[in-house]
């Protein structure tokens, strides 16, 4: 089965850049969407398929993904962007999701 | 507007059943994947099961497979979730959510606000 790596917790200095990393496998070969969930709400869709953003979702958030490393960048991050960050893919019959990154915001 | 509004979550003791259901609005049910996610308040997200569009194929995480079943009724645009057997790992809010397209491995763009399940005796 497939297994999705993310760091536990994550700071980033008002207005600068956040890079939230989800390690596994030939994660590359995969199509990767990453999720914000901020406190007391469900999850809201931030990127899909690597690096689409939905509707409505601020041009400060972006994504790649090659190799064995998908990553989410927020940049000029600001006080709204603290949040829990889950990263997730199709293995062929189930998802999985990463363990989920929690981010502050200095 | 897309509206998800689960029920039935409820206080059920270790071995009972229930079923959750999800009242889908604002889009074309039938034409979309429906996945439920599981959340152990103050943990992560996890998959439980998908529905694909007619209800025909479905797939379900190792935790639940055997004990839990999807359905859905396009006629009522609503989905469902039996849970049989249940166990207190089980405890948890359960969210219903729609995935972006027809394909098993869509994004999921709208979520529920979340029913919680308590396995307890």
């Known amino acids: 089965s497939h297994e999705l790596t993310q760091a536990l917790s994550l700071s980033v200095v008002l207005g600068q850049t956040a890079n939230i990393t989800c390690g596994g496998d030939?994660?590359?070969?995969?199509?990767v969407h990453w999720y914000q969930q901020r406190p007391g709400q469900a999850p809201v869709l931030v990127i899909y398929?690597?690096?689409n953003r939905p509707s409505g979702i601020p041009e400060r958030f972006s994504g790649s993904n090659s190799g064995n490393t998908a990553t989410l960048t927020i940049s000029r991050a600001q006080g709204g962007d603290e949040a829990d960050y889950y990263c997730?893919?199709?293995?062929?019959?189930?998802?999985?999701f990463g363990g989920g990154t929690k981010l502050t915001v200095l | 507007e897309v509206q998800l509004v689960e029920s039935g979550g409820v206080v059920v003791q270790p071995g009972g059943s229930l079923r959750l259901s999800c009242a889908a609005s604002?889009?074309?049910?039938?034409?979309?994947?429906m996945n439920w996610v599981r959340q152990v308040p103050g943990k992560g997200l996890e998959w439980v099961s998908l529905?694909?569009?007619?209800?025909?194929?479905?797939f379900y995480a190792d935790s639940v497979k055997g004990r839990f079943t999807v359905s859905r009724d396009n006629s009522k645009n609503s989905l469902y979730l039996q849970m049989n057997s249940l166990k207190p790992e089980d405890t948890a809010l359960y969210y219903c959510?729609?995935?972006?397209?027809?394909?098993?491995?869509?994004?999921?763009?709208?979520w529920g606000q979340g029913t919680l399940v308590t396995v307890s005796s």
């Open positions: 604002g889009f074309t049910f039938e034409d979309y994947v």
């Open positions: 997730q893919v199709w293995d062929s019959s189930f998802w999985v």
């Open positions: 030939i994660i590359g070969n995969k199509n």
């Open positions: 398929r690597d690096s």
């Open positions: 959510v729609k995935a972006l397209g027809a394909g098993y491995g869509s994004a999921f763009d709208h």
């Open positions: 529905s694909g569009w007619d209800g025909d194929n479905t």
